[in-house]
């Protein structure tokens, strides 16, 4: 374990680099890519000096700490589960061919799934060393050949590797970003960031090289992961020191921070700092990842990383860029205890996998953070993770509250008594800012199920769902030698921003014969509740003694209300004619909504009767001069329930009454727009009995 609470502990190195663009592509211009790639198949021996064998031998180690208890108990994890979430959508990735055949996509080895989808439907989704785009909204292809090949974006080449895609979607400058690295060696090593120049992803890219070997001291980087800010954009990775052990050859994990404005208009070259030598009580932090914005861009940058190789650790490290580019640097590094430990998760079991080696079936790596989103100044994040009353691979989900201030970090273990799950990430689903309300996606598997995708819904209430299966796999999977397979590196996840209760989802699946593919779903959140909030006035006003009613429904009772900035009840009485009446309702969750009414006595002092009713409804306005006159009526989210009226008055007194048989029994709002005036709202209250 590590030393706690000492500031002098943390160490880190700034400095800034040449980052140039190198060419502008247009994807359907493209050639089609060869796009060749030479991998070693052959599964690494437990006693050899790479990090994967490392990695072999703890798990073998987690084995015997934690013997796997498969199918020996029935218990649950829920006591209570929530609902489950629902599936709009799901299917395999495809691509079609010129004579109109149409057969599913090879994964690769691994899938290294990636996915961004935007506000206008267009997914983009990263697997391995292509790029593949779908409209999610009319099923149609994007690109005219469905994908383009890392290579043809990189500039290709028969002596370059392009591989580990990461994409993000932007939605404040509804664009998208791609991060991929080339190569493997301190030469020729680093990271491709393209820029998409518009919404729309076959126009051109904007394509930048990042240095792998920065410093240029016999480096090169692996293992990418990105996050944006309002203006910058954040990549991380590990700094790999070659031909040596494993441990000597991690030199530390490290942080670039670049504007993404410039890559967005193609700028000659982009502003930039580096953050290397990242260290906590002496040792380097390990495989940072970026803690993602739940509502696209962060409002500040974390990062989160933990000591990923160990059998069992309780320590997470939470980081914060405190500086944009044009501040003097700033990197926050604290290390925080959890209540619930985390450790080397065991592969997972396929239909073929031999129960007496730990080593062989699908592999997990190990438990570093994979998912992680921030809101309502709390992060949520996801990982792979041992659970020691199974001793299967499950799913860590942890909460960190209050990242900048007194950080506390909980955690819960996701599992099932039979499967073993890898690979999570996850997307925050709330309705309001401040819920917790979450849907996480990962890969399945088990020694009678294929290798598949599923996911779990995380309520308001602190509850989970039971696994909801998305995709059943079709077979085991076998393209390596031995019974050792890749089963990751990532699971695409994110939110839809602009149905902010849905998720799009990629994960890995088993099909014939022994491949894998990647499978895509659009799912909801199973909570229709909502705070709703309406300042409405009721009568009054002339004497400054209007009313003005607070309609809530959704959210968590009890309400507290606020008017002006003083606390209330939910009914103000001090409304002056021509003053604007200021409401906050916040919920037991600590939920806040507001509404604003600009408090008009002439529409308010009108008479409204009878009010509750059940048949006909009848209100009185004052018109002061000659015009057209447009009634309608609303429920209490906004939603248009009917178009009531619309003709022409005359000045003064006028009814406006109709039937409410139409209507089922709730709370609406009508709202009578005069010509030239400001709207006037009134509650209309259906109630059939008492």
């Keep these: 374990m590590l030393p706690f609470g000492n500031a002098k502990a943390q160490t880190f190195r700034a400095t800034s680099h040449e980052v140039k663009k190198v060419r502008t592509v247009s994807p359907n211009d493209l050639p089609p890519s060869f796009s060749p790639k030479l991998q070693n198949l052959e599964a690494p021996l437990p006693d050899g000096n790479s990090v994967r064998s490392y990695m072999m031998r703890q798990k073998i180690e987690t084995r015997r700490q934690f013997p796997p208890q498969a199918g020996k108990s029935t218990k649950s994890m829920n006591s209570v589960p929530a609902p489950l979430p629902e599936v709009l959508n799901s299917f395999g990735m495809k691509r079609a061919f010129a004579n109109g055949t149409v057969v599913n996509v090879l994964g690769g080895i691994p899938n290294d799934n990636s996915l961004a989808i935007s506000d206008s439907g267009i997914i983009l989704a990263g697997i391995n060393s292509l790029l593949y785009a779908w409209n999610l909204e009319d099923s149609s292809k994007v690109f005219d050949n469905w994908y383009v090949s890392l290579a043809s974006i990189g500039g290709g080449g028969v002596n370059n590797d392009y591989y580990d895609p990461k994409v993000i979607y932007d939605p404040k400058a509804d664009r998208f970003i791609l991060v991929f690295l080339r190569n493997f060696d301190p030469e020729t090593n680093g990271y491709m960031v393209c820029f998409s120049s518009s919404s729309n992803p076959t126009d051109p890219w904007n394509v930048y090289f990042l240095d792998g070997n920065p410093l240029d001291n016999n480096r090169w980087t692996d293992f990418p992961a990105i996050s944006i800010t309002d203006d910058e954009l954040f990549i991380t990775g590990n700094l790999i020191i070659p031909d040596v052990t494993w441990q000597e050859g991690f030199d530390g994990s490290v942080i670039w921070q670049v504007k993404k404005a410039d890559g967005y208009a193609g700028a000659d070259s982009l502003p930039n700092r580096f953050y290397s030598d990242i260290r906590y009580g002496g040792r380097f932090i390990r495989n940072l990842h970026p803690v993602q914005g739940a509502f696209g ?166 509850a989970y769902s039971d696994l909801k299966i998305i995709k059943q796999g079709e077979n085991f999977v076998n393209r390596m030698s031995g019974t050792y397979e890749r089963w990751g590196d990532y699971f695409g996840m994110q939110r839809y921003y602009k149905n902010k209760n849905e998720a799009v989802l990629l994960g890995y699946y088993g099909m014939p014969p022994n491949a894998n593919g990647s499978w895509m779903a659009r799912l909801k959140s199973p909570d229709s509740t909502q705070l709703l909030v309406k300042a409405i006035a009721v009568s009054g006003g002339s004497a400054c003694n209007g009313k003005v009613n607070a309609e809530v429904s959704g959210g968590k009772p009890p309400y507290t209300y606020t008017w002006n900035g003083v606390s209330g009840a939910s009914t103000f009485d001090q409304a002056c004619d021509g ?51 447009k009634a309608r009526l609303f429920d209490l989210s906004g939603k248009l329930v009917a178009e009531i009226l619309e003709k022409s008055a005359n000045p003064g007194l006028n009814e406006l009454s109709f039937s409410l048989a139409p209507l089922a029994d709730g709370i609406y709002v009508l709202q009578v727009e005069t010509e030239g005036e400001e709207p006037a709202e009134f509650r209309v209250v259906k109630q059939t009995s008492d």
């Excluded at 190990?366 to 994040?381: F, M, N």
């Excluded at 002092?605 to 004052?622: E, L, S």
């Design 579 to 629: 003053d604007q009446v200021a409401l906050e309702v916040e919920d037991a969750r600590g939920c806040k909504l507001s509404d604003t009414l600009n408090f008009q006595a002439s529409g308010a002092a009108g008479a409204v009767y009878p009010n509750p009713t059940f048949d006909q409804f009848r209100i009185q306005f004052n018109v002061t001069s000659k015009g057209n006159v």
């Design 297 to 462: 861009a962060a409002s500040e940058q974390y990062l989160l990383s933990n000591r990923n190789f160990d059998i069992s650790n309780d320590t997470v490290f939470v980081l914060k860029v405190n500086s944009k580019l044009d501040e003097p640097q700033s990197l926050d590094i604290k290390a925080v205890r959890t209540n619930l430990p985390y450790g080397m998760p065991p592969n997972a079991r396929q239909t073929d996998t031999d129960p007496n080696d730990p080593t062989g079936g699908l592999q997990t790596n190990d438990a570093r953070v994979l998912g992680a989103v921030y809101y309502d100044e709390k992060i949520q994040y996801v990982a792979n993770c041992v659970q020691p009353e199974t001793g299967l691979s499950c799913i860590y989900h942890g909460f960190v509250q209050d990242p900048g201030g007194m950080t506390n970090i909980t955690g819960t273990y996701i599992w099932d008594p039979v499967l073993d799950f890898g690979y999570p990430n996850i997307a925050l689903v709330g309705n309001e800012y401040c819920e917790p309300e979450a849907l996480i996606g990962m890969n399945y598997s088990a020694p009678d199920s294929f290798p598949g995708v599923a996911s779990v819904y995380f309520s308001n209430d602190s």
